[in-house]
């Protein structure tokens, strides 16, 4: 894998840094105070493309690979967790399930408001007692006539109380489990939708967390998202290609937090002299920097990967599963730096550390990403077992 990046690739990062550091910076402590969606900010990034960095030119996306979308989102979480992570959200399932899955009318009518930002998206999946076990959900979804009826609550859904349209996730066939799940798109202000409570979170404060209820949806079956029944395996392929964003988003708020602990190590006296003088000081430096450079070439690579028309899954959950955990440790490691000045809010250390937790929580817990890599260890070995015995046979 090339280390360097391309001048195109080079050129976009620095675009969206300057936008992100000098829009959405200075006010990322205010908006985790209010925790208000910056629907202004949003505004601009659709303007810029970010709303639909790998949503093709025809549906008005800016038509860019899965690498440009990492850099993106990394670079937005440099500035706030909570825009990086509602920017993630919106592009990996809002409207990424409508244009793997959804039918030409589908796309059309969607992706183009999607792209521009006249709407969000979002991804209703998770419920009460669904977390992990995704395919353990109660909604359900039941014929009457020629379209459906649809039941159930959901929680967590980013942007769900204000996105225009939902990609939900229901049960349509009990007697096969998840292999009875099939997906429909749920626009804003159907009959039956209710939009519960946007949650009171520890961090990303300003990116909407709702509970969304269904009550008699009545739906269309030109409103199924791709073949019944499928849901479950759609969902899985959408959560792999997230996850390479949650990485970014990691890295992003990580880098953040380096940045801000080796400026204020240069600038903090004790003993005489700055703190970056003492060897203690020094290495935690040296682990962060190490830490946040490792964690980017891993979610690159798997974005190159994706691009590559490679399989991924692997490196993606071994990317989020990296960059999220090892984000923990250099924000934990700046707020060490910082000393006192780093538990209070008058310093952003606190809120890099807040945002960060989440990302080893969405998409996919640490411990989900240790299943699926270890699944793919053992199906990688068992093929290349099987492969040697049949090369043996001949």
């Not at 025809?58 to 990492?70: F, K, M, N, P, Q």
């Not at 008699?216 to 390479?244: A, C, M, W, Y």
Request: with cysteine; aromatic share 8%.
């Amino acid at each position: 894998m090339q280390l360097q990046l391309s001048e195109q690739h080079g050129a976009f990062r620095d675009t969206v840094r300057d936008f992100a550091r000098s829009v959405i910076a200075p006010r990322a402590a205010d908006m985790d105070r209010t925790g208000q969606h910056p629907h202004d900010i949003f505004h601009q990034m659709a303007g810029m493309g970010l709303l639909g960095v790998t949503i093709p030119r025809e549906y008005e996306g800016l038509g860019a690979d899965t690498l440009s979308y990492a850099i993106a989102v990394e670079e937005v979480s440099y500035a706030s967790g909570s825009v990086g992570l509602s920017l993630a959200a919106h592009n990996s399932l809002g409207a990424a399930p409508i244009y793997l899955y959804g039918t030409p009318e589908q796309k059309d009518r969607y992706l183009p408001n999607l792209a521009s930002g006249r709407m969000l998206g979002a991804f209703a999946l998770t419920e009460r007692h669904a977390g992990s076990d995704a395919g353990a959900i109660h909604t359900r979804a039941v014929r009457d006539g020629d379209g459906w009826l649809l039941d159930g609550a959901k929680v967590y859904c980013t942007s769900g109380g204000i996105a225009g349209v939902l990609s939900v996730a229901a049960l349509t066939d009990p007697a096969q489990g998840k292999r009875g799940i099939t997906s429909f798109l749920v626009e804003k202000g159907t009959p039956g939708l209710r939009v519960g409570k946007d949650e009171d979170k520890f961090g990303c404060r300003a990116s909407t967390t709702y509970q969304l209820f269904f009550e008699h949806v009545r739906l269309s079956d030109s409103q199924r998202l791709g073949p019944e029944n499928q849901g479950f395996k759609q969902f899985l392929t959408i959560l792999d290609g997230g996850r390479i964003s949650i990485g970014a988003m990691a890295v992003g708020l990580a880098q953040a937090a380096f940045d801000a602990a080796l400026a204020y190590s240069h600038m903090r006296q004790q003993f005489g002299a700055p703190i970056n003088r003492l060897q203690a000081i020094q290495f935690k430096l040296a682990d962060m920097a190490c830490w946040v450079r490792a964690s980017r070439l891993m979610v690159y690579k798997a974005a190159v990967l994706k691009d590559q028309g490679r399989p991924f899954a692997k490196q993606a959950s071994m990317a989020k599963l990296y960059a999220s955990e090892l984000g923990e440790r250099v924000c934990n490691e700046a707020i060490q730096i910082f000393g006192g000045n780093g538990y209070i809010r008058d310093y952003p250390v606190e809120r890099f550390y807040r945002d960060q937790r989440i990302t080893e929580i969405g998409e996919g817990t640490s411990e989900i990403q240790k299943l699926v890599i270890g699944r793919e260890l053992i199906r990688e070995y068992t093929a290349l077992a099987e492969a040697r015995e049949l090369v043996v046979a001949g």
